[in-house]
């Protein structure tokens, strides 16, 4: 079974400070992507990647940055947080090629005061 | 702006009667289609995946999908008060890296 995981289930910041989330996953994806949800907004894509070292902006990347250093590892940035900022983030990866849909982690959720 | 588009809900339905969930979408180039399903406070969760035209059974679950009419729906048959969660329509978006768009999602209420 694929696994995804991500560093911490529930996380809580202040404004300004820098904050890292980071998803890891074991089945040599190429593909990862980091999303936040919200209530009745669903999920929105913040950032991808289809290879070490290489990233795309999705939907919403204002205010957030990424890195890709190794293959099974891929981390959201936040330089600042600010308290829109709160949400569930999850980190999901997917094979080069695949037909096949995401693999979720467990979330993360991240609170801002 | 490509979007999928689910009714918010909640859809409540008695327990051992259907459940049927409706996604429409914009972008005519999606090639797969995906039904999640996700309880509060956890991630989503994949229950069916849909490529072509019609109906694609799996045990009680059934999804359907029209790309001429840019819709797809999931059927739960014989619901159960475990079915009651969040219910995500994600459709792949055309022009690579298997990028999903997701609908807000529909909250299913199966009540005994």
């Known amino acids: 079974d694929v696994k995804v995981t991500q560093s911490s289930r529930y996380l809580v910041k202040r404004t300004g400070e820098k904050v890292f989330l980071e998803c890891v996953q074991d089945?040599?994806?190429?593909?990862m992507f980091w999303y936040r949800q919200d209530p009745g907004l669903g999920l929105r894509l913040i950032y991808f990647s289809y290879d070490v070292k290489m990233k795309e902006k999705g939907d919403i990347p204002e205010g957030y940055s990424v890195s890709r250093e190794k293959k099974e590892r891929f981390s959201l940035i936040l330089e600042s947080a600010s308290t829109n900022q709160t949400s569930m983030y999850l980190c999901?990866?997917?094979?080069?090629?695949?037909?096949?849909?995401?693999?979720f982690g467990p979330g993360t959720r991240l609170t801002v005061l | 702006q490509k979007e999928v588009e689910q009714n918010s809900g909640p859809l409540s339905v008695p327990e051992g009667a259907i459940a049927s969930l409706n996604c429409t979408y914009s972008?005519?180039?999606?090639?797969?289609f995906f039904w999640y399903r996700q309880y509060s406070g956890k991630s989503p969760e994949l229950i069916m995946s849909i490529y072509s035209n019609g109906d694609k059974e799996d045990g009680r679950f059934t999804a359907q999908l029209n790309k001429a009419s840019q819709y797809v729906s999931l059927l739960i048959r014989d619901s159960q008060p475990s079915d009651s969660a969040t219910y995500l329509c994600a459709v792949t978006v055309s022009g690579g890296y298997n990028k999903l768009i997701f609908g807000a999602g529909t909250r299913l209420a199966v009540h005994p």
């Open positions: 999901a990866s997917l094979p080069r090629g695949g037909t096949d849909t995401q693999y």
């Open positions: 972008d005519r180039g999606s090639q797969s």
């Open positions: 089945m040599d994806h190429e593909n």
